[in-house]
């Protein structure tokens, strides 16, 4: 019977479609939007994962993320050196700062000065230059997206002199990288050169980077704590600090939380309304099979039926759309680099349509069920 | 043309809920119907004609009283079992048809076999030599809305006999026809449908068709009034 029911459902086209569009536009939406917000929370995090080479972070007691710092004086360096198991600690200093643009407007930048002789601190890949030419005088690297966004398209970018702060600086290099959660242009360049472009204050070091030696990180990171007084993270732990912040502290999570809400609820509207009256315009059909004989289980066996065809067409057809979007579409624009759909979210999405079709299914099989077989004679 | 005892009703009555009281609208009805008749169930409106064959039909339980279909006394069954029996049993055509729009007449007419587990194939191939019989096999592949009331309701008298049942009940299967479909239509409910071992019971108003039944009941504020093997009721059906 399942044929049939199958039959009686893509034969009306309307509801059919209607149908098909409610899921779909359901799990486009809470697709999308779940992947938007999983990203943006993982930005929280991306300035610690781009520095691959440190597995510990060192850093005053105040600081919380990579973004929100307390400095801690130059000599908090050589008091990690001093602990037994670090291999190598380097200096990040991560402070704000103002370029002059091309239009003569002020645009806020992040600098950010590695280690003057080894470079820990700036991403792996180059888009554009050596990361040797950073020893270069007054040199800087920018991010490619932040070049896009300081740049117009074609408009030379390496060699191109900056106001930085009012000093010179020369963009020697474009790293690739994904912006961070504030999505600011951020520089990079030598410890040194950072100290002469940031404004002076007394503690002039935001982290101490450190690479355990034959010591699993967060022993090291612990001995650290103990032996030095300074606040020591694991690479993972700090990157979970940073996405912790933003659900702690920004009103992110509750305003996708109820985008999807409405997502579910959308769907719930637009599948549970047409479910409803498909069932109701086949109510004297359902009737007349009941009367010739068949069970209530098989009318139920044939709504679910429906329903599954409803989600397998409605569910792949919105994932489809939501992975075009942050494939396809989105790839393109630098607001939405390094975004991904990890596996979870369809998992969580089908989740969701599964209810939504499961619920409105429900309650309209209900009338199914009740209907008197004898009605057909009435 | 006889075959033995098909439908026996006894002592049945049927009462429904109005408000917090009940209305009976079948009494004490006893009635036997033999294999082999085609029966007119007749009377005006609300004489309790369509009560009766829903209970007959094993749709509508009985507030008191029993019926046997071919032996067995079906308001004893569960109802699981009771929906089985009417699956194997019972063929039903509709006044208003009640096909699946979106199904062919062949496919449509296939359901009570694709019910009870025949390949699709197969059943549809049965539906479509019964409506070759009924003389509509070139609508075979055709959808009820493009079919006349009359090729409709042929495809429902296929429906209802394609799993060759032992009775068969129809709710005015006139009503929606010209006088010469509708002569056409009991025509071939006699031919098709009638058999020594089977029964076949008619709810009608439709005087134009009483004279080809081999027994008409007559019901009266859910009393059957008259019995007549003899038509006799012909005429006082016909005058009212």
Redesign the interface.
Known sequence: ?N??AI??L???RVKFIGLIFGVAFSTLLITQQLTIFVNLLFRGGVAVQEVSTANIWVMDPATRTADVIYPMPITALDRVRSVPGVAYASPLLRSNASIRTADGDLEGVTVIGVDDSSLVGIPRRMVEGEPMQLMDPDAVFIDDVGAGKLFAPGDPVVGTTLELNDQRAIIKGIVDSVPTFTAQVTLYTRYSNALNFVPGTRNRLSFVLVRADDVAPEVLARRITERTGLKARTSEQFARDGIDFIIENTGIPINFGITVLLGVIVGVAIVGLTLSLFIRDNI??F?????????NR?IVGMVSAQAWLVVLIGFGLGLAMATLFIGGGAAGSPDFKGFYMPYQIPLITLGLVLAIVGITSRIAIRSVLKT???S??? | MSGGLAISVRDVVKEFPVGGDSIRVLHDIKVDIQAGELTYLVGESGSGKTTLISIIAGILYPTSGRVGVFGTDIYDLSDNDLVAFRLANIGFIFQQYNLLPTLTAAQNAAIPLIARGVKRAEAVERGRALMTRLNIGDHADKFPNQLSGGQQQRVAIARALVHEPRLVVCDEPTAALDARSGRRVMDLLREVALAEDRAVIIVTHDSRVFDLADRILAMEDGRITHDGRDKAILSQQEAR
């Open positions: 019977m044929w049939v039959r009686m893509t034969g009306d004297k059909q009737g007349a099979l009941k009367a010739i004989g068949v069970t098989k008197d077989p004898a057909v004679f009435r």
